[in-house]
């Protein structure tokens, strides 16, 4: 199977209610907020997911949840995190018996772990699940990644092996270009913080978390249509935002998830640990969203 994505495939926060369990309302209204944007596929149990705090039961939820509120009108992207590789081979197993398109491989928490380590535990996983399969290569984040010539060199051993999720600057992303351009297809992450040049460079498209999901959308529309000062123009409307959340994951995670919450209506209840939301940061994101406005659920 080979995939064609491409535009702006957000990634799910995590809402809880006030008992500290999933909240199922809040996880389809946001669903139903980005179908609402016309977005080109979705995507769950990422960082922004807060999948460290998840329990396997929960991120089989999770992902239960958005392929019923999808309803078969899109695709879904799964992220596949875990221990160990038995442990991710297990879990793409079961993403795949309940419908994921393709997945989403991180490298296994354990530290101290090489790129050789790392290359090993994606060819493990590589090897024995069937979906067309993106690793996640965010060393800033995640601690560990590959070169671009160990990315190359894992993709013609495994040709299901056939996108890449950086999380890296346009310059570092035009160079994973440069070499894979013509062997992958490769997103870019980090808010989106480089969106337009992101695409410039040669990237697929975006998979952000949802907040911007409106704006991104149209940006990439822009894109599309050739109209390159208009999504410049759109994109440094909001670059004061993007910024603002994408100090750090657990930063994102408590302003971002926010700034989606205010625009939608909903109240965020956080799962430790968490970190703690400032006054100022929440007036930054009460003007933010009031500037934005609501985000369509229809």
């Not at 601690?143 to 999720?165: C, E, M, Y």
């Not at 346009?170 to 297809?185: D, I, N, P, Y």
């Not at 992450?189 to 969106?195: D, F, S, V, W």
Request: include cysteine.
């Amino acid at each position: 199977m080979t995939v064609h994505a491409s535009g702006v495939w957000p990634i799910l926060y995590s809402f809880f209610n006030a008992n500290g369990n999933l909240d199922r309302d809040a996880m389809k209204r946001q669903v139903q907020c980005c179908l609402a944007q016309n977005i080109q596929g979705l995507a769950v149990l990422g960082l922004a997911t807060e999948i460290n705090k998840l329990s396997q039961d929960e991120q089989l939820q999770i992902l239960r949840w958005a392929m019923e509120d999808l309803e078969g009108r899109l695709p879904l992207v799964v992220t596949v995190s875990g221990v160990d590789s038995a442990t991710q081979i297990e879990f793409a197993r079961q993403a795949s018996d309940l419908g994921a398109s393709w997945l989403i491989l991180q490298p296994p928490p354990r530290r101290p772990l090489d790129e050789e380590e790392c290359f090993a535990h994606f060819s493990e996983v590589m090897n024995n699940i069937n979906l067309p399969v993106a690793i996640q290569n965010a060393p800033e984040y995640l601690g560990v990644g590959l070169s671009a010539p160990k990315i190359l060199d894992l993709k013609l051993r495994h040709p299901n092996f056939q996108i890449l999720k950086g999380e890296g600057s346009a310059v570092q992303v035009e160079q994973l270009v440069h070499v894979l351009g013509k062997q992958m297809l490769i997103f870019n992450g980090r808010g989106g913080i480089e969106l337009v040049d992101s695409l410039r460079v040669g990237c697929a498209g975006l998979i952000p978390a949802p907040e911007l999901i409106d704006r991104q959308v149209q940006i990439y529309q822009f894109w599309r249509k050739g109209l390159l000062e208009e999504a410049e123009n759109l994109h440094m409307s909001i670059l004061p935002m993007i910024v603002f959340n994408m100090q750090t994951i657990p930063h994102l995670i408590c302003y971002g998830k926010r700034l989606l919450a205010a625009r939608l209506g909903l109240t965020v209840y956080d799962r430790p640990p968490f970190q703690t939301p400032t006054n100022f940061g929440l007036q930054k994101i009460s003007e933010f969203a009031t500037r934005l406005g609501p985000l369509s659920q229809e």
